[in-house]
């Protein structure tokens, strides 16, 4: 699977990570006809009330690939920005595009991202979807290439809380190039769609930025 494709895939499609491409492959660019997501700035949506749906429950607990159709429909999901506040981080790129970026003293670059009117991409269950919108950045991943982790689902990230299940590509990167991963998950019954990914020097320091996003970089669950 060639690392470089998915990076200028990911800049095609909304742009996930500015960091430098690493050229010398070709890619597939997903056919114009295929509806586009709109972009989006990655604000919370005005609340709207569903009868009887418990926003406050589904909040309260983890939301594995399974679980998606227990969101409300149509109400986006939000991500924090906490991840400015962590000793060595700084806020680089504020809410532009709807994305937002992040830089560590060591050279990690985070970047956000949440869209909304995804509707076109949902198949089957959020896992389904999910790998759906990673095929559709670029038709060369295989499902097999993507891990399932973890990211905060809401609550105070200094306190322990419930998490949400995310896929994860992670390339092998090439001989001076850098260590990346893209973490995803399309919400099918939201309507949206949460992106991050992570570039750094190396493996080490990758493996390092990876674990504060987990702890500060929390998907904001929809408050009704």
Request: proline share 9%; glycine share 10%; charged share 20%.
């Amino acid at each position: 699977m060639c690392v470089k494709a998915l990076v200028a895939a990911l800049v095609v499609a909304g742009g996930l990570l500015e960091v430098a491409v690493l050229g010398g492959c070709s890619i597939n660019v997903p056919d114009p006809a295929v509806p586009t997501p709109e972009k989006t700035a990655s604000t919370l949506a005005t609340p709207t009330i569903t009868p009887g749906h418990d926003a406050g429950a589904v909040a309260a607990r983890d939301l594995p690939f399974s679980a998606g159709g227990s969101l409300a429909p149509g109400v986006p999901v939000g991500i924090s920005d906490g991840l400015k506040e962590l000793p060595g981080w700084k806020l680089v790129k504020d809410d532009v595009a709807g994305e937002s970026q992040y830089l560590k003293a060591d050279g990690c670059l985070v970047a956000a991202k949440v869209r909304t009117n995804q509707s076109a991409l949902t198949r089957g269950d959020d896992r389904e979807s999910t790998v759906g919108l990673f095929t559709y950045l670029d038709p060369s991943i295989l499902p097999e290439y993507l891990k399932t982790e973890t990211l905060r689902w809401g609550g105070d990230p200094e306190q322990p809380g419930p998490s949400v299940e995310v896929l994860v590509l992670e390339p092998s990167a090439a001989p001076g190039a850098k260590a990346t991963a893209i973490m995803a998950r399309l919400f099918g019954m939201a309507g949206s769609s949460v992106y991050v990914s992570v570039a750094c020097p190396d493996a080490a320091a990758l493996a390092a930025a990876r674990a504060d996003v987990a702890r500060r970089l929390v998907v904001v669950p929809p408050s009704n």
